[in-house]
């Protein structure tokens, strides 16, 4: 019974897994998603979408960090 709460409390609830890698590796991807496109001037982006981007990432980043 006490193995059952500590797996749930101590793994991933995206990925399933016990580090927060696959978390902050999500979260610097979707970053890179709202970075790309100020970069790469042929692909237009809105700010405010851009701007959700990267702060979805960073929470994901902070996420995996305090777990």
Do not use: N
């Amino acid at each position: 019974m006490d193995d059952e709460k500590e797996h749930s409390t101590s793994r991933c609830p995206v990925f399933g897994v016990k580090s927060g890698g696959p978390v902050i590796g999500l979260g610097i991807l979707v970053i890179l998603f709202g970075l790309i496109p100020f970069l790469a001037i042929k692909i237009p982006l809105p700010l405010p979408v851009a701007l959700i981007f990267i702060a979805f990432g960073l929470f994901l980043i902070w996420a995996g960090i305090t777990q």
